[in-house]
């Protein structure tokens, strides 16, 4: 089954062959032409697409829509921005200025009848009308990170993050926007895959908000017979799919813990630490200098690397425990050195030593050769793998050791699975050398939330203590609000079973010879354990009875009556696919909990689910006890 990923990639291409189909002579000889993008569309393509995958296509340059770009008038571009205003006034000065010998645009989600009235007019006014060839609505209004992860937008997310939503002035008009911004791009996913969904949301919150927008949006256009988008569906995606994905919304103040929660697996520690965007991280390098010279420190060398589905080691690792990752990195290296070892060895014997032994020996060892030297591509780039997430591992262990991430991680999984602490809070809040002020505040604020009820005297005493550590304590402010109003305190235990168990000390990695050293950071086995979103999900996809779940309103808007909710004939079958989308922001730490549990449904025997999970923006821990902490403050 074509992932969302797939299908986007699939479109992308189609539009930068002119929006014809591909055939094997348009990538042979493709049509040689410009893309010029907006800020929206260069996210939705980088993550996508290399340059040298866009080479391929035919693309020779590629230009942001407000740079200064001259005139080619021989040369065809294609135009992938959003259809605003500014954009459109910009591309009409393109007409009137004749920058290329045609114009594709293709605006990123639907343009209104306004805007394409002026485009309309000002062709006619510069008489490029028939250099116009086509104008499309593409309807990619998302970013797809990987196959199963997608997110509304990078550039902008602030207008539609958590505090735009659930700021103290935050007005009717600006919510509106908001949920507008959201539906939209939801929509542009389920036209991409190319099926209609059954949504399920809570009631009383930004979820329910959009939910009814999506139903609405998606019922006017079913209802329009001539111009759906949805006619075609099972043909376009090349399979008749019997059973409609499932759509769930919730909202992010269903579970504000996991967001803010230190974390063990590859891909969401490079993101809680490291700055890693759009797939690509950015870190410093640590010099050996370093820490011998105390004088004048050389510049420290800026590294970035591309994490995407191309890289194998990161797609096997990335959900995996750090210690699990370090140990994979060191036992690659180890299988390389070893390649490189028997390359060298080949060569010496080809030195020929003694007249005789070369000659018995010389066809065997040219075999071999030849095999070692045509499989040398292929060893350079597994080098160059290595190198960079030898590089990424180091830089994530320097972290931990000097932010002791191990101890606050350990801590959380405790308080969050309801088990007893090996030591009290207040030593950890106390610990000069345990952390940053941020460190300590995400661990209290889990504690506050999760933990039983805390007297308003012990909560001053921690306030003091998180004071005397340098913490702001805006953010304590609004979480008291917030947890007065959710459910959340009244819960029993919503993360379900898990913890973590320490074992011995990585073994291979504390053999000498390895690059890590480990020495005083714990390695626990991670037990497994849903996260609130994950024990939805499960409720809603396997249609169990669940105490939450059963109030979830229900939309479907292939209905074209609208009826209540609740008389809405319902289907009874638990759901082969599901779309899970937050509303407010999501993180990698939910992402590979649903993850986790589609693995552990396939070694059950349900092997052909697929969960897709969504979020209105990925941020990290600190980005959003920054959210927090704004919030705070206005109360």
């Not at 207008?159 to 939503?165: H, L, Q, V, W």
């Not at 007249?355 to 591509?377: C, F, I, Q, R």
């Not at 609130?532 to 229900?554: F, G, W």
Request: charged share 25%; hydrophobic share 40%; with cysteine.
């Amino acid at each position: 089954m074509a992932s969302l990923r797939d299908k986007q990639i699939a479109s992308l291409k189609r539009m930068l062959n002119l929006n014809a189909p591909l055939s094997k002579s348009s990538l042979n000889e493709p049509t040689w032409k410009a893309l010029v993008y907006d800020r929206f569309g260069q996210d939705i393509i980088s993550p996508l697409l290399s340059v040298r995958e866009l080479r391929d296509m035919g693309v020779t340059l590629h230009l942001l829509l407000h740079s200064d770009r001259g005139t080619l008038s021989d040369v065809p571009a294609v135009y992938f921005v959003m259809p605003s205003e500014e954009n459109v006034s910009r591309i009409c000065q393109d007409f009137q200025n004749q920058l290329y010998e045609s114009y594709y645009i293709n605006f990123i989600s639907a343009v209104s009848r306004q805007r394409l009235e002026d485009l309309a007019s000002t062709a006619l006014q510069f008489n490029v009308v028939s250099q116009v060839s086509k104008v499309f609505d593409q309807y990619l209004n998302f970013i797809s990170l990987e196959d199963k992860i997608f997110t509304v937008r990078h550039q902008n997310r602030n207008a539609i993050s958590y505090y735009a939503m659930n700021k103290a002035d935050v007005k009717d008009i600006e919510i509106e926007a908001i949920m507008d911004t959201i539906v939209d791009s939801l929509f542009s996913v389920f036209v991409t895959f190319g099926a209609v969904p059954i949504i399920r949301s809570p009631r009383g919150n930004a979820a329910e908000m959009v939910a009814e927008k999506l139903d609405k949006k998606l019922r006017e256009n079913l209802r329009d017979a001539r111009n759906s988008l949805f006619t075609t569906d099972s043909m376009q995606s090349g399979q008749l799919s019997f059973q409609r994905p499932l759509l769930v919304v919730l909202d992010r103040n269903m579970d504000l813990a996991t967001p803010l929660h230190h974390t063990w697996t590859y891909q969401a520690l490079a993101h809680d630490v490291l700055d890693f965007q759009l797939n690509r991280v950015v870190f410093e390098e640590k010099s050996p200098q370093d820490s011998q010279q105390s004088g004048a420190r050389p510049k420290p060398k800026v590294k970035s690397y591309d994490l995407g589905p191309s890289d194998k080691f990161w797609m096997n690792q990335k959900g995996n425990p750090f210690p699990e990752v370090a140990e994979a990195v060191q036992s690659e290296l180890e299988s390389y050195r070893a390649s490189e070892e028997e390359v060298k060895r080949l060569k010496s014997a080809m030195g020929l030593e003694g007249e005789e032994e070369a000659a018995s020996g010389m066809s065997d060892t040219t075999a071999k050769l030849t095999s070692a030297m045509s499989s040398l591509p292929e060893l350079l780039e597994k080098k160059r793998l290595i190198d960079s997430h030898t590089n990424l591992a180091t830089s994530l262990l320097d972290k931990i050791k000097a932010r002791k991430l191990d101890v606050y991680f350990e801590v959380e999984e405790r308080l969050m699975t309801k088990m007893s602490l090996d030591k009290p809070l207040m030593d950890i809040i106390s610990d000069v050398d345990a952390g940053t002020p941020e460190d300590k505040m995400r661990m209290f604020i889990i504690f506050y939330i999760l933990g039983q009820q805390v007297t308003d005297p012990e909560f001053d005493q921690y306030s003091l203590a998180l004071e005397a550590a340098g913490c702001d304590l805006s953010p304590l402010t609004y979480i008291k609000r917030w947890r007065a109003y959710s459910k959340m305190s009244v819960m029993p235990n919503p993360y379900g079973g898990g913890g973590t168990k320490r074992i011995g000390m990585f073994s291979k990695l504390m053999s000498t010879g390895s690059q890590f050293v480990m020495e005083g950071v714990k390695n626990f086995v991670v037990k497994k354990h849903n996260l609130p979103i994950t024990r939805i999900v499960d409720a809603l996809m396997e249609m169990k009875s669940d105490q939450e779940t059963d109030e979830y309103r229900y939309f479907d808007p292939k209905m074209l009556r609208v009826l209540d909710s609740s008389s809405i004939p319902r289907n009874k079958n638990p759901y082969q696919e599901v779309v899970v989308f937050v509303v407010g922001g999501g993180n990698y730490i939910e992402y590979q909990n649903l993850m986790d549990y589609l693995k552990t449904k396939a070694t059950a025997g349900g092997n052909n689910k697929m969960i897709c999970y969504g979020c209105s923006e990925i941020f990290n821990a600190d980005q959003f006890l920054s959210q927090i902490c704004q919030l705070g403050k206005e109360i």
